[in-house]
């Protein structure tokens, strides 16, 4: 008896001849050198049906393989019509030896299907998980690596570099009976299992019965002029002599599920073994030009490598390509390889076109090893209502998805920068996550928005799962808006909504919006959860200068939040621990920020004014909030500096605890970008932190440490050094620390240091005059 999955010595080898049976042509998944096989085997043997590894439900959609506006990389892509996210990818490359078979059938009028397990099967499987489809080399699933042991019965230690050597690198004439590689791969494949059986993945066993019941009814209707394109792994099954019974008693009682299938652009990237592909290869980009290049491949990759150096301004010329080729040509024959191969044109191009450096390596090995193509599909492919709405909104706007990372800047006064912004926000809102903002390098003023922008072929699954929500992104988004206003349950998750809704436009979605947000409002009482909900309220007020949106409702909301704020913010902050205490200086930042965005009020200004100071003076708030407040204040122009010190005199005497004094101290110059530049400009409560610090007993210093170093670690390096040089001169210098009113630590002009500027003055004056200038 045969173990299940193994294959018994009489199992029929690929053969080209006549009366033979059918032609099993084994493949590795996205091999160039077995897609060049397959191309061999078909022009030589002509089949009148051509079968292929792939879901059979996509049959209808194999003529768009032909159509001029598919280019590959491209995919199939099932789903669950009722959970849209349980869904599968069956990707293909211009390389895969699957694509070239379809091509060359449609091209030469030969049948041509698809006969892997249906999706629908796939789909409804208990154990599935979301990804690509039965399209894998066995690797993804099995306890053996079919390539990986061949490798190392061959005496290689890197599978990938075996497969090369004796498929990818093979030079020379073609062998006069072309299906004769696919014979010593079928072999090679029947000995492992006859080995191993199944691999330790019993699912196979399934796909391989339903296979083999495809092959008998194609054998029925074109007798033995059918060829079958599949991993090599299968091809001793399907040779497997069974019956039609015990292949049917495999696939009773299978799971199924109501699917579609579409056509969908794939990426190089995602074809990439570490993008988490099952079936991926180390080099797509690589395995590309070597199908691609019609003679001299390493020459011309070369060519291809400078040619991104150069437009990164490397200096590279022809001569770097020559000697890197003659290099690369050199380690291969060290090596007793066919051809230079991947391992020897990467080594070639770091040592001579690199000078040794892995910086610009990595470049090389992003772009073009790996790759950022990204294919097309044609626009009459079939697709679900808001995948159509979004690609003629992405074409109407000219905002074309691309597979490189790149930066968006839009002007918000230009109609088509701001209907592209809407569209990128009304995307985010329904979690198809194509662009996400950042901060813009140039101006901060609310006309401007940043985005950075890549397009990876799993947001076709997201727009297919949005696709609930309507039929155009607009009503997608504007559904999807008020069923997360009614179930929001706090009202920092409204406002945010609301503020989401106010940039991509849905006007439609506002008025449920701020129902709810009036309802929770009302409501909530934790001046935590107020304190997070004012400043997107403040933020959203701004849009309506740019875009024409109707903020009154809003600007009620907030003038409430904040009177409610004023109220209760006092009390909240007395007696807190330490994580509380700084939790909530995060929401004194946020308030004090927002405050600031709302329509100018003095009495709201006047009425924050007093809540800060109370803050400064009680002794039952955390130090950490009493200096935050004084700090804020001093920015503001409301506490001058003579009063300043006084509350930091106050906070570091030597009757207050070592921890809440540093807690104060990081309250008041720590936080805030630019925190440490007022003890730059204000000597006097430098001098002040310096005295505290120098006089905390050391029993304690350690327990402060942390706190301190976190405060002073955040500032810029050049705050630090300048801070470092006036403590240093000061003491160092034998000054007296400076009484209140004085400038700093230096009590006197040091004539002999100002001198050493004349020099440059004159310079940069025009004067040539050595004497001493008059001061």
Known sequence: MTAPGAVSSGRRRPSGQPGSGPLLLGVRHHGPGSARGVRGVLEATRPACVLIEGPPEADGLLALVADDGMRPPVALLAHAVDDPGRAAFWPFAEFSPEWVAIRWALAHGAAVRFIDLPAAHSLAATDFTPGEGDDVD??????????GELARTAGYDDPERWWEDVVELRGGTAPADPTAPFAAVAEAMGALREAHGAGGHARDLVREAYMRLQLRAARKEFGDSVAVVCGAWHVPALSLRTTVGADRALLKGLPKVKTEMTW?????????R??????????PGWYGHLFAAPDRPVERWMTKVAGLLRAEDRLVSSAHVIEAVRLAETLATMRGRPLAGLGETTDAVRAVMCDGSDVPLDLVRDRL?????????PADAPAVPLQRDLTRLQRGLRLKPEAQERELELDLRKENDAARGRLLHRLRLLGIGWGEPVAGRGSTGTFRESWRLRWEPELHVRVAEAGVWGTTV???????????????TTLAEVTALAEQCLLAGLGKALPVVMTALADRAALDSDVGHLAQALPALARSLRYGDVRATDTAALGEVAAGLAERICVGLPPACAGLDADAADEMRGHLDAVHGALGLLPDSAERTDRWTGVLRRLT????VPGILRGRAARLLLDEGRLDEDEAARLMGLALSPGTAPADAAAWIEGFVGGAAGGGMILVHDERLLALVDDWMTGVPGDTFTDVLPLLRRTFSAYEPGVRRTLGELVARGPSAGASRPEAGTPGFAVGLDEERADGVLPVLRLLLGHDEPERADR
């Open 138 to 147: 066995q690797d993804r699933d099995l306890r053996i690596d079919p390539i």
């Open 264 to 272: 969908v652009p794939w990426t190089h990237r995602r074809l990439a």
């Open 274 to 283: 570490r993008s988490g592909y099952g079936a991926g290869i180390e080099a």
């Open 369 to 377: 090893v790996v790759g950022d193509v990204l294919g097309e599909v």
């Open 474 to 488: 607009d009503s997608a988004a504007t559904a999807k808006a008020e069923a997360r206003a009614v179930e929001a």
């Open 617 to 620: 003076t009680r002794d039952s």
